[in-house]
């Protein structure tokens, strides 16, 4: 007999409910104040530099972690020029980041990742046969994995190019050691619902240089700083009063999210450890807390795995893709060999997470991946590739 078992979605945001947002509300309806740095964003953008212990003047909120992206860069590198007509970004990335440069005029230029690291590798990038013909160079955090700073900083000061980190799902892997990821080298992250620490839409810069952070809030709007003269370009990108609201709560009710996602994630190692498939598993603090992923051997048992998944009722997603050049607009872009991007992209399973994921669901994840990775010796034969008949 079928039993029918709920399907399971890959992700689950939770953000503050009405409740614990109304306070704020009610502090936007008497102020009367509902954009342009309003004290709302002026006061989360205080308890975030307080979060990640630097002074206050080094956060500025934007509308998204996108428009983060493009006023990091044209506070950095500003608009890109003949000279310099590209960006170079890795192509294992979300969308946003080569769309975030290309709105700055640049050309995204895809180069490979590492194959440990599944990020850029600064070494390789300073000896890349374009590099004086690039712009801006925009490594990538991926699912939230931190970039180290000084070998970025080292990059920047000896090639001269501008660097802007999209760290934009690693709120909570710099939380615990901020001081090594939040330096000179400006750091975008974002605070979209899909993300650990949410606000809806929303996102901020950060960097120890004030200077870059004002020229950042300048990009976000008008390209004003303190007189109603556009003085750089720019765009608006700012966050708006209700969004700082959102932010505000999550931030009040950061430590008990924080322990939701922590408990998710023991389970889901307990329950791959007795299966052993803990090795191939990765999740926060490695990588941020709103992803988890398996990480297939090969294309075989990934598409396995994937059977299997959806046999059960669970979804997956591979948030990266096998790299931006397989999406229609970046296809046509010029390129490195991107071919740990493309193993890597079909390997990397994303796996279901919420904060909420409960133990009946985590049980059914495991319990597909181990039914999908039993060793070839007893997988069933193929139809197809079956040798007998029988
Ligand atoms: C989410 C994400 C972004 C974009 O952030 P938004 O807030 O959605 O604009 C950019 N880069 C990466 C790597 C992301 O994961």
């Known amino acids: 007999m079928e039993v029918k078992v709920p399907f399971v979605p890959v992700m689950r945001p939770k953000l503050?409910?009405?409740?614990?947002?109304?306070?704020?509300?009610?502090r936007i309806d008497s102020g009367r104040l509902y954009s342009n740095f309003g004290p709302l964003t002026v006061e989360l953008q205080n308890r975030l530099a307080l979060h990640f212990g630097m002074p206050p003047d080094c956060v500025v909120c934007a509308s998204c972690g996108t428009a983060a992206l493009m006023a990091a860069i044209l506070a950095t590198a500003g608009p890109?020029?003949?000279d310099r007509?590209?960006?170079?970004?890795?192509?294992?990335?979300?969308?946003?980041?080569?769309?975030?440069?290309?709105?700055?005029?640049y050309r995204a230029y895809l180069a490979d990742v590492d194959s440990d690291s599944w990020m850029l590798d600064p070494e390789r990038v300073s000896h890349h046969r374009l590099l004086d013909r690039m712009g801006v160079v925009v490594p990538v955090a991926p699912f939230g994995r931190p970039v180290a700073q000084a070998p970025w900083r080292t990059f920047r000061k000896r090639s001269?190019?501008?660097?802007?980190?999209?760290?934009?799902?690693?709120?909570?892997?710099?939380?615990?050691s901020p001081a090594q990821y939040f330096q000179e080298v400006p750091v975008v992250l974002s605070f979209h619902a899909t993300k650990s620490f949410g606000t809806g839409e929303g996102g901020c810069v950060v960097s120890s240089e004030a200077a870059v952070v004002n020229r950042a809030a300048q990009a976000l709007n008008f390209g004003f700083d303190t007189t109603r003269d556009s003085a750089s370009a720019s765009f608006n990108g700012k966050m708006s009063e209700y969004h700082a609201a959102i932010g505000l709560a999550e931030l009040d009710g950061w430590t008990a999210k924080q322990q939701s996602i922590l408990e998710?994630?023991?389970?889901?190692?307990?329950?791959?450890?007795?299966?052993?498939?803990?090795?191939r598993f990765f999740a926060w603090p490695d990588i941020s807390g709103c992803y988890a992923l398996f990480?297939?051997?090969?294309?075989?048992?990934?598409?396995?795995?994937?059977?299997?998944l959806l046999r059960g009722g669970i979804d997956f997603r591979f948030w990266y893709g096998s790299g931006l050049h397989q999406q229609t607009y970046f296809s046509n872009r010029e390129r490195d060999s991107l071919a740990v991007t493309e193993d890597i992209g079909g390997r990397l399973i994303g796996l279901p997470m919420a904060p909420d994921l409960d133990e009946e669901a985590i049980a059914r994840?495991?319990?597909g991946l181990c039914k999908a990775t039993v060793g070839p010796g007893l997988r069933r034969p193929r139809r197809g590739l079956s040798r007998s008949n029988d």
């Open 160 to 176: 001269g190019v501008p660097v802007v980190i999209d760290a934009a799902a690693s709120f909570d892997c710099i939380g615990s």
């Open 365 to 367: 994840v495991a319990a």
């Open 264 to 279: 998710v994630v023991q389970r889901y190692r307990r329950e791959l450890s007795d299966k052993t498939l803990l090795s």
């Open 85 to 105: 007509p590209y960006a170079l970004v890795p192509a294992f990335t979300f969308a946003a980041t080569a769309a975030a440069v290309e709105l700055c005029g």
């Open 295 to 308: 990480f297939c051997r090969d294309q075989t048992e990934s598409d396995d795995v994937q059977n299997e």
């Open 80 to 82: 890109a020029t003949r």
């Open 16 to 26: 503050p409910n009405a409740d614990r947002l109304l306070p704020y509300l009610r």
